[in-house]
C-alpha cells in the first residue's frame, strides 16, 4: 500500500489532533481578547494576491511528504508523527492560553486573485495565529524528506524550498505576521529532536 497498515492510525490521529487544535480551540476562545502582534516593519510587507496559489497548494505538499515520512523505517517514522503530534498539542495549548488575531486588509475584489483573497479570509477567521500551522505543518514536511536517503536530493531541495516559500505566503497574504511563521519552524525543530 502507499502507507505501511500500522501507520495509518498515527496519520488519522494526527489529522485529528490538527483538526481540533485549530478549529476546535475556536469554540472557547471566539469571544476572547486577541493579541494583535503585527509590528511596523510588517505593515511594510506588501499584499500579494497571487500567492494564495502557494498557501493553498501546500495542502498537496503536506499529504505526499507526510505519506513519504509514513514511508520510513518503523522508528523514524513514529518519531516525526510523534513530534508532529507533540507540536500540534502545544499549538493547541498556546491558541487557549494567548489568542492571537491580526488586522487583514480591506480588498476591493477586483482581479481573479483578488476575489481567491476574499474567499479566503471568508471561509478562515484571523485567529489562531501563532504559532503559524501553515508554518509548523509544511517545515514538517521538510523534515520528513531531509534524511531519508530513499527521497532523491532534489526533491529534499524541493522540499526545503517549497516550505520557506509556505513561510513566505503567510505573510503576503496577510494571514500571518513573522514571528508566528519564526515560531512555527523552531517549534518543528525542537518536538522534532525531543
Request: net charge neutral; glycine share 4%.
Amino acid at each position: 500500500g502507499i502507507v505501511p497498515k500500522y501507520m495509518w492510525i498515527p496519520l488519522i490521529l494526527t489529522v485529528t489532533c490538527n483538526m481540533v487544535a485549530y478549529f476546535g480551540t475556536r469554540i472557547f476562545t471566539r469571544h476572547w481578547f486577541h493579541h494583535d502582534l503585527t509590528n511596523s516593519f510588517e505593515e511594510n510587507i506588501p499584499l500579494i494576491p497571487w500567492t494564495v496559489t502557494i498557501y493553498f497548494i501546500c495542502y498537496i505538499f503536506w499529504v505526499a511528504n507526510y505519506v513519504l515520512g509514513s514511508r520510513q523505517d518503523q522508528d523514524t517514522a513514529f518519531r516525526f508523527l510523534s513530534a508532529d503530534f507533540l507540536a500540534k498539542i502545544i499549538c493547541m495549548i498556546v491558541f487557549l492560553a494567548f489568542p492571537t488575531t491580526n488586522v487583514r486588509p480591506v480588498i476591493e475584489g477586483t482581479t481573479f486573485w483578488e476575489n481567491i483573497m476574499l474567499m479566503l479570509y471568508s471561509a478562515d477567521a484571523a485567529d489562531n495565529l501563532l504559532p503559524s500551522i501553515h508554518c509548523l505543518t509544511s517545515w514538517f514536511g521538510y523534515i520528513a524528506v531531509r534524511k531519508n536517503p530513499q527521497i532523491p536530493r532534489w526533491y529534499k531541495l524541493f522540499s526545503v524550498v517549497f516550505a520557506l516559500s509556505v513561510c513566505v505566503s503567510t505573510l503576503t497574504t496577510k494571514q500571518h505576521v513573522i514571528v508566528d511563521a519564526v515560531v512555527g519552524v523552531a517549534l518543528a525543530e525542537v518536538c522534532y529532536w525531543f
